[in-house]
């Protein structure tokens, strides 16, 4: 590995490294019978793996620069100029007039959940990261899952509009995978009953709905900065409001509820942005534009490329909208791909194209301790969930990658049932 000192251990061989100069697809590895699959038995397509959810890069040198600034600058934490900077410009793609940065964003729920002073039922979709859920559940709320539009995965704003009762405190919805959920019909809603819609914006900084960001609907949303979202500083939070009274408490809140007058009985406790994360989210913002452009390259070569493949359905996206295309999920239809979801999974796992189900994939509703304590059925969360694959893309995933990848889909499907035939072995892994 270039710039490795001598003397310290060398990371684990090729696991997340392309080689220097990027990957490049290999000559061989052809897939002209199905024995020349790599589940099958023949040579994996991809001698570096293909990945999916890997940090996109940020650059170094400015990075390191604003690290330098903040250790000169000998303020670490507590709303310091890095954090404020990052706020400010959060603000600004949000469309909003405040935001508060935490330290990820499970973390700024809770704070949105109790600067609202919650208790009770939270109504949710159950097709989501558990983090929606169990950020609920930790403070002893009640997480009530509705399905999903069959159409969209996303939540049914009828189903979370009959789902309400006089336990629920608020609303929550989700714009998963990037996608906006109908967040004008949520807001209907809750504003009908005299409830709080928050929504969850994890996937979706720098996406649209009616042409206006995300960021700006309903009492606040709150977005991730993890690693392996569009912008991560490592690990990260940000809660985005109009509300400057609701931004003044989860502020405080997250600073151990100083300031407070009227501090619900929990009290606060401690959700603070560090600088150095602020550095890495500032300087991963200034990528973002690049990143959503590469990402918009990949998403058209796979869509160009499964174009047309029976069974297989790239998740639509609404052109007249923005989006990140962070994630590159598909519908794999089991009748008519003759394959199903589950054998494509293994068979491209087996090829190194490190493909997993998506975000949301078992849905919080099969999850403990939902599944125990509150079982529900919600057969379109199920039956999606069953169906959806999440495709490599960032960095690792160079357009000729993509293409190879789609290749063998292609191959997959047109022998599926034969390939259903030879690979019957009941798949227990899962993620
Ligand atoms: C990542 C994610 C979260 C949690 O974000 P953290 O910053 O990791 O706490 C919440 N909701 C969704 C939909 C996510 O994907």
């Known amino acids: 590995m270039p710039g490795q000192s001598a003397g310290r251990p060398a990371p684990p061989a090729g696991r997340h490294l392309p080689p220097p100069g990027g990957f490049t697809p290999p000559r061989g590895g052809v897939k002209r019978t199905p024995g020349d699959l790599a589940l099958l038995g023949g040579p994996p397509a991809f001698p570096h793996p293909l990945t999916v959810g890997r940090p996109n890069p940020v650059d170094r040198t400015r990075l390191f620069q604003r690290l330098t600034w903040a250790l000169d600058n000998q303020w670490h934490s507590n709303g310091g100029p890095l954090s404020l900077e990052f706020e400010a410009r959060v603000a600004d793609l949000a469309g909003t007039r405040h935001a508060v940065a935490t330290c990820n964003a499970t973390s700024a729920l809770q704070l949105l959940f109790r600067a609202l002073d919650l208790s009770g039922e939270i109504i ?83 996406c649209t709905l009616d042409g206006t960001p995300v960021g700006g609907f309903g009492a606040a949303e709150v977005f991730s900065f993890h690693a392996t979202k569009i912008v991560g500083a490592f690990e990260g939070g940000a809660v985005v409001t109009d509300d400057e009274d609701l931004a003044r408490r989860v502020r405080a809140l997250a600073n151990f509820g100083k300031g407070l007058e009227h501090v619900s009985a929990a009290g606060g406790t401690n959700a603070k ?145 034969e390939l259903t035939r030879r690979c019957r072995t009941p798949r227990t892994e899962s993620r």
């Open 124 to 206: 949710m979709p159950s097709l989501t990261f558990a983090a929606t859920a169990h950020a609920a559940q930790w403070l002893g709320l009640t997480p009530v899952f509705v399905d999903t539009d069959p159409r969209t995965g996303l939540i049914d704003p009828r189903l979370a509009r009959a789902a309400i009762t006089p336990d629920t405190a608020a609303v929550v919805g989700v714009h998963l995978w990037g996608r906006p959920c109908d967040a004008r019909a949520l807001e209907k809603t809750a504003a009908d009953h005299g409830l709080p819609l928050l929504l969850d914006a994890a996937h979706a900084l720098g």
């Open 273 to 417: 942005m560090s600088e150095a994360a602020a550095a890495m989210g500032l300087t991963s913002l200034d990528a973002l534009p690049r990143h959503i452009a590469d990402n918009h390259d990949r998403h058209r070569v796979y869509r160009e490329e499964l174009d047309g493949v029976p069974g297989i359905t790239l998740l639509p996206f609404d052109p007249a909208e923005r989006h990140n295309h962070q994630y590159v999920v598909i519908d794999i239809d089991p009748e008519r791909t003759g394959i199903g979801r589950d054998l494509l999974l293994d068979l491209l796992r087996a090829e190194n194209a490190l493909v997993l189900p998506p975000i949301g994939a078992p849905p919080c509703h099969l999850l403990e301790p939902y599944r125990s304590t509150r079982p529900v059925s919600l057969p379109h969360t199920e039956a999606l969930t069953a169906r959806v694959l999440s495709l490599p893309t960032g960095p690792t995933a160079a357009p000729e990658g993509i293409r190879r990848l789609c290749e063998i889909v292609r191959f997959a499907v047109a022998h599926g049932a």
